[in-house]
């Protein structure tokens, strides 16, 4: 079931499905709740399944001079609030999973569980954040055609993109309900999000990582240094995906989910 709620005095749109423990799923950047629509269709045959439009993303409003990872954590807080949720398991795809990390972070009493799907906790690059001052002047220079075109198709391993070109062609057409400046608003709070790794290292969650062997957004090298970093977290490599693998391989990322939260929210 699909509604607006007021949360944290912004408007998000969010849905319900499902009974039992809860897991919430957060999206990543151009993307919106849709992107979970499979998952989401198999996981609530088991759990009660919360998702929402981020902050400056979908149908959901935004607040601009104030976006920050942390602020969309209150956001994802005041919505629980409401719905009388005290406890969940958080899955973050990408930025979702910045949004996870700062969420486990303020309300480790809430977050039981954490899954970073294709993320990780460290923090933006100086040149990855000359990448995203590029892409907000393409912005405003009413050019997001060009980083859907680029960005969209890049979330796929190479060996999917034709079997996924209708994905790809829907993902694009959804991106495009977010209001501009809601993408510029995410794309400075990624830029200035803080480095997780120190949190990491004394988070009280259990931790699964969840990378797609050919992301080209996270290389493999890059994962598996991460993997490394944290031995206490469990970690799947997706053998056949991109940076979307809960679409590119939606029942190995079902399975993995399922079993993970079911272990961890006895």
């Not at 799923?25 to 998702?51: D, P, V």
């Not at 892409?135 to 859907?148: S, V």
């Not at 797609?212 to 995906?241: M, R």
């Amino acid at each position: 079931m699909d509604f607006f709620i007021t949360a944290n005095n912004m408007a998000m749109r969010a849905s319900d499905s499902g009974k039992g423990k809860v897991i919430i799923l957060l999206h990543g950047y151009l993307e919106t709740m849709e992107i979970w629509e499979n998952t989401i269709t198999e996981l609530s045959k088991k759990f009660r399944i919360i998702a929402v439009d981020l902050p400056g993303h979908g149908l959901s409003s935004f607040c601009k001079n104030t976006a920050t990872m942390e602020f969309m954590a209150d956001c994802i807080k005041s919505l629980l609030d409401k719905l009388n949720i005290s406890e969940c398991f958080v899955v973050g795809h990408s930025m979702g999973g910045y949004v996870a990390l700062a969420f486990a972070k303020k309300y480790h009493v809430i977050a039981k569980a954490l899954c970073l799907f294709s993320s990780t906790p460290n923090a933006d690059t100086e040149q990855k954040k000359k990448d995203r001052d590029r892409e907000i002047e393409l912005i405003k220079a009413g050019k997001l055609e060009l980083i859907l075109k680029n960005n969209i198709s890049r979330c796929f391993a190479d060996i999917n993109l034709s079997k996924f070109d209708e994905e790809i062609f829907a993902i694009s057409e959804t991106a495009t309900i977010s209001d501009t400046d809601g993408i510029i608003s995410c794309l400075q709070a990624m830029k200035m999000r803080e480095d997780m790794n120190d949190f990491m290292k004394t988070v009280q969650q259990k931790t699964l990582f969840i990378f797609g062997k050919h992301d080209k957004y996270i290389t493999l090298d890059a994962a598996e240094n991460i993997i490394q970093k944290y031995p206490e977290a469990e970690a799947v490599i997706l053998e056949n995906s991109g940076h979307n693998g809960f679409i590119e391989e939606p029942e190995e990322s079902i399975k993995i989910l399922s079993n993970f939260a079911e272990k961890m929210m006895k």
